[in-house]
């Protein structure tokens, strides 16, 4: 099974950039799909950005493109997530979650999470 730890949240101003990590370990990192998820205060969690195995397929949010890249290092188990021009509706605990290889797996591991505050 695998572990994950995200990295890399904290406190930035509006219009700011941050770059959040989710560090694997335990597992075969290239066997999962990957993905970011937040959930803010009172609200459902919600998918940010995923990215399949091999780095080759990514998808956004919405909300998100244009500002957001999801990006993996196989080589060095790790997944990122670049924020840029953040605003105060990104604030949210973020969390990185993965999923096995068949079609429509759920994403059974997830990481504790790290908290991403944007000020207006």
């Known amino acids: 099974q695998v572990q994950l730890v995200e990295s890399g949240g904290g406190l930035v101003q509006a219009g700011g950039s941050l770059r959040l990590s989710c560090a694997a370990s335990g597992g075969t990192f290239s066997s999962y799909h990957m993905g970011w998820f937040r959930q803010a205060p009172g609200k459902e969690r919600e998918v940010v950005a995923a990215?399949?195995?091999?780095?080759?397929?990514?998808y956004y949010a919405d909300s998100v493109k244009g500002r957001f890249t999801i990006s993996r290092d196989n080589a060095k188990n790790t997944m990122y997530l670049h924020m840029n021009i953040l605003n105060p509706e990104d604030t949210a605990q973020y969390y990185c979650?993965?999923?096995?290889?068949?079609?429509?797996?759920?994403?059974?591991?997830w990481g504790q999470g790290t908290q991403v505050t944007v000020s207006s």
């Open positions: 979650a993965a999923r096995g290889l068949r079609p429509y797996a759920p994403y059974d591991y």
């Open positions: 990215i399949g195995w091999s780095g080759g397929r990514t």
